[in-house]
């Protein structure tokens, strides 16, 4: 009798706790949505910023052909490069300007070819940057790469 006293409180104590946690995330008496379990403020959800939902949409948020061109523009945000992979052809050198439109400061880090630049948010700067002979070179923020803030160079032949 006693197993299965246990075996009871076992199944309806987390139960229990469950019917606890929702019941504090509902709304109150009269319709409007609560303070949640212990009389806070509701809980608020913001959208993305105009800059940062046209630069997820833009062509290219994934990557980019830039063979030929000399000049490319990159849009760092918090945590993503835009674009984050550029496709060139082999030995070719282009100037990445740089914009952070995020709220934290970025790095723009290429390690074999020793490049290295920090950008304030609202701030831009330039990087030359060299595609590889082949294959994929990656670049990273050296701040948010943990976070996914990377992207990569692909040599890609004509």
């Known amino acids: 009798m006693v197993r299965r006293g246990v075996k009871v409180m ?3 104590a987390p139960a229990m706790a469950l019917a606890l946690v929702v019941a504090g995330c509902g ?5 409007s949505a609560g303070g ?3 009389g806070g403020s509701p809980a608020t959800t913001t959208s993305a910023s105009p800059a940062t939902t046209a630069a997820a949409g833009a062509p290219g948020a ?9 000049s490319v523009d990159m849009v760092m945000q918090d945590d993503v490069f835009v674009p984050s992979v550029l496709s060139g ?5 282009v100037t990445l300007k740089l914009d952070n439109t995020g709220m934290h400061e970025h790095n723009f880090s290429i390690a074999a070819q ?4 920090d950008v304030e948010p609202g701030e831009s700067a330039t990087v030359k940057i060299t595609f590889p002979a082949s294959g994929t070179l990656e670049f990273e923020c050296e701040y948010h ?6 992207g990569s160079l692909e040599a890609s032949p004509n």
């Open 145 to 150: 790469k943990a976070l996914g803030m990377t």
């Open 27 to 31: 709304g109150d008496d009269n319709g």
């Open 114 to 117: 020793k490049v290295d630049t």
């Open 36 to 38: 949640g379990a212990y």
């Open 62 to 70: 994934g990557g980019t052909d830039v063979a030929g061109k000399t």
């Open 10 to 12: 076992m199944v309806a």
């Open 89 to 93: 052809t082999p030995g070719q050198t």
